[in-house]
């Protein structure tokens, strides 16, 4: 997946559509990222004792169709290449700087 924990985004469809956020977690089986602050749901939750009821928020996931890398050299959103580095590995590369990213 091009899209990795703690890679920032920017959200490119839905509602949160012009925001940007970190990844706090990648669900690589179903192509989804959960990113800060983007895509809350509000959830009622009960509280004990006298308090009433809660409400907490919670990052719904989000697709990765739906999302952009926001490199971390040019801080623009940048479609991610992936290129053969020299020991062998694969590095992800920005198609606008291009920086190998990480
Ligand atoms: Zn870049």
Known sequence: M???KNDTVLITKGK???KQGVVQK???DEGKVIVEGVNLVKR????????????????MPLAVSNVMLVCPHCLA????AFKELGDGSKGRICKKCP???E
Do not use: F
């Not at 009622?44 to 006298?50: I, L, P, T, V, Y």
């Not at 959103?77 to 991610?80: A, E, G, H, M, R």
């Open 16 to 18: 949160d559509r012009g």
């Open 77 to 80: 959103p940048t479609k991610v």
């Open 44 to 59: 009622h939750r009960k509280a004990q004792g006298m308090s009433g009821s809660d409400i907490i928020e919670k990052e």
């Open 26 to 28: 990648a669900l690589l």
């Open 2 to 4: 091009k899209i990795r």
């Open 99 to 101: 920086e190998v990213i």
